[in-house]
């Protein structure tokens, strides 16, 4: 969009980094549909609903933006920008930005039709809303770690999720409790079982069903801080850097300890995977060994425990999983049963709903991860609403909308299984795939 106003940009940005802010996004689908663009109007009217279903501006400018007539009109739409005008109360977009920082590209926006709006005063006024446009070189920063430059790993303080959060899943609450917390917890019992317990645990399959969810949850667990670094995020920005980053990442968990260092999308490092920019991947799995040594060995290193994550364990470096490294793996399947239940009780906690059978909704979604039931609800919403602005009077979202979405929606979990299987059946060497077989011959999926 490349003619879009200075101004529709920020917005735009602003409501990304505050989706749950109505009136914010309330603004943008006014200026949205004083541009003429009704139908993201409609659109962004939609999600607003969403969040506060029973919200009489957000209704009425859906039903303007649909080009419905109103029978009752709580806002007169003669000026349709007015919300952005100096009158605006500054306390709900204050949070985003406590210290507006000077940002030298904002002010020179080029000149574009004003139609009698002050866009300046407008531009002004939003300027606070939108976070910094760049991220700062995390290479300038050079020496420090990350106190100078934009931290490329955050630490979070011992977190509330837990696994009882974690809906379902039995087996895998245990798996986790036997192989890790368990010797993790007693420092006795590490002793006892020595190095082969020393290592970290990685945690593979399909995307979206709750590996991220977990590793949060084990962290919760053992009372640790929480190092999470997702290193497909990072590589790019961190070239000729990352083997010092690596070393930083672990330094700062031995710091913060106890501390759990979370290594997400662990794949990206992999070498058979052809991205042949990264020459300088082999000196990072080289870091990483050594850092994972150090741990094993143990002087130092109490209380740093290791998690990583992969939808692709195949692609993951294989001297990675070695015995003392990653040699533990935990399957994380579809969620079963009784997790999809309690995520669809999540994703409609704060929707309009009626007189919903959950039981019929879990039968009919099998297989979907996590995202997927989190996609369902979104797409039944969507479907009442533009049913209900269609119809001009607002419907609650029934148990015929969702199972319509669940129907509609295929669940992303079918690709990852066709690639497994032929791992599981061709390259399972060493037994590493044991548990996906397992699954797969109880799914009849061999
Ligand atoms: N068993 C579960 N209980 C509760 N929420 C879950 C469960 N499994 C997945 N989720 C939710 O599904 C979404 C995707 O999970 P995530 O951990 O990001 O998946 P992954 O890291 O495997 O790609 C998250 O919002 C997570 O909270
Ligand atoms: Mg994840």
């Known amino acids: 969009m490349a003619d879009e106003s200075p101004l529709i940009r920020s917005l735009r940005a602003a409501v990304a980094a505050a989706p749950g802010d109505v009136p914010l996004r309330l603004h943008f689908a006014e200026l949205l549909l004083s541009d003429g663009r009704n139908d993201e109007a409609v659109a962004e009217a939609a999600v607003a609903l969403q969040h506060a279903p029973g919200d009489a501006d957000a209704r ?11 029978a009752t009109a709580p806002t007169t739409p003669a000026e349709p920008i007015a919300p952005i005008a100096p009158t605006t109360p500054a306390e709900p977009i204050a949070p985003i930005a406590p210290t507006p920082p000077a940002d030298p590209i904002a002010p020179t926006a080029p000149t574009v039709p004003t139609n009698g709006f002050d866009w300046d005063a407008a531009e002004q006024q939003v300027q606070d809303l939108v976070g910094p446009r760049f991220l700062e070189d995390p290479q300038a920063a050079d020496g420090e770690g990350q106190a100078g430059g934009a931290a490329a790993w955050d630490v979070d303080a011992p977190g509330s999720v837990r696994l009882a959060d974690v809906g379902g899943m039995e087996e895998v609450k245990d798996r986790l409790e036997a192989a890790f917390l368990a010797p993790m917890r007693n420092p006795e019992l590490r002793r006892l079982y020595g190095k082969s317990l020393r290592g970290g645990l990685l945690l593979y399959g399909p995307p979206g069903c709750g590996k991220t969810f977990i590793a949060r949850a084990v962290a919760g667990e053992l009372g640790a801080n929480f190092l999470t670094v997702s ?8 070239i000729g850097a990352s083997e010092k980053n690596i070393h930083d990442i672990f330094e700062t968990a031995r710091r913060q300890a106890p501390c759990v ?38 002087a130092g290193n109490e209380g740093v425990f290791v998690l990583a994550a992969t939808n692709v364990p195949w692609d993951v470096d294989i001297a990675l999983r070695r015995p003392g490294r990653l040699d533990r793996t935990l399957l994380v399947l579809p969620p079963d049963a009784t997790a999809r239940e309690s995520i669809l009780r999540y994703h409609l906690r704060e929707r309009p709903i009626e007189a919903v059978d959950l039981g019929k909704l879990v039968k009919a979604t099998e297989d979907f991860s996590g995202a997927d039931l989190a996609h369902v609800c979104e797409t039944a919403a969507e479907a009442a609403l533009l049913d209900s602005a269609r119809s001009g009077s607002v419907r609650l979202i029934t148990t015929k909308d ?9 669940p992303s979990t079918e690709p990852w299984f066709a690639a497994a299987r032929n791992v599981a059946m061709f390259a399972n060497e060493g037994g590493l795939y044991d548990d996906l077989l397992a699954h797969l011959k109880r799914k009849r999926k061999l």
Do not use: C, Y
């Open 261 to 298: 260092v979370f290594l997400d999308e662990l794949d990206a490092l992999g070498a058979k995977r052809s991205r042949t920019h990264h020459s300088g991947l082999r000196n990072v799995v080289n870091q990483l060994l050594t850092e994972l040594d150090g741990i094993a060995s143990g």
């Open 402 to 410: 969702l199972l319509g979405a669940a129907k509609q929606i295929k």
């Open 231 to 238: 290193l497909s995020d990072v590589l790019d920005m961190w």
């Open 60 to 70: 009425a400018l859906m039903m303007r933006a649909m080009g419905v007539p109103q």
